[in-house]
């Protein structure tokens, strides 16, 4: 099933704004080019994301770019075939195990587990990512899982938790594995 060529997010809650992200497969993988910009705290920030990602949803790279009232920033992550991460070219070894990139400004992201992973009703799998803060970018660990729950037609649900943000809700999905509903968090609007 060929995914959508873009999709689009309401920020909900956690802060006021928006994300809009253009999908395209390419021959081995996707391209995934975004923007999310934000009112949080009465500060607005902004950031603009070139993620990749093979065939099988592992990420392989992210580039990250913020601006904010202090000025603008950016981070490049790489996932090298050993399984070991680089942040701007530096080791990253706090990361290790991670198969997935996390944007804090994204509710897009939390595609790649859901996607890679491919679970049955009732498996549950933990997916560490390496979680990029906004909008700093801090690149830190992220312990999450998913609990794939019964689906509701097309919809596919998972139960999911980040237990550093004292967070767990349902998460529903679409068929092509997009977040349509992340409470608290993002609504998908297109």
Do not use: K
């Not at 202090?70 to 991460?85: F, I, K, N, S």
């Not at 198969?99 to 859901?114: K, Q, R, Y």
């Not at 998913?146 to 767990?168: C, K, M, Q, S, V």
């Amino acid at each position: 099933m060929e995914l959508p060529a873009s999709a689009a997010w309401r920020h909900l809650d956690a802060r006021d704004g928006f994300e809009v992200v253009f999908l395209r497969r390419e021959r081995d993988g996707y391209r995934l080019e975004g923007h999310s910009t934000a009112v949080e705290d009465g500060r607005a920030w902004g950031i603009r994301y070139a993620l990749e990602v093979d065939p099988r949803w592992r990420t392989r790279s992210a580039h990250v770019v913020a601006l904010s009232e202090p000025g603008a920033r950016e981070v490049r992550l790489e996932l090298e075939d050993d399984g070991a991460w680089r942040i701007d070219g530096g080791p990253a070894p706090h990361l290790d195990g991670c198969l997935d990139v996390d944007l804090e400004a994204s509710g897009f992201t939390n595609a790649f587990p859901v996607n890679r992973l491919g679970l049955e009703v009732g498996q549950r799998a933990e997916a560490p990512a390496a979680y990029v803060g906004a909008p700093g970018l801090e690149v830190e660990r992220l312990e999450q899982s998913y609990l794939r729950l019964p689906d509701e037609g097309e919809r596919t649900r998972y139960d999911y938790a980040a237990p550093r943000f004292d967070y767990r809700d349902e998460l529903v999905y679409d068929e092509f594995g997009l977040v349509l509903e992340y409470p608290g968090i993002a609504v998908r609007v297109v």
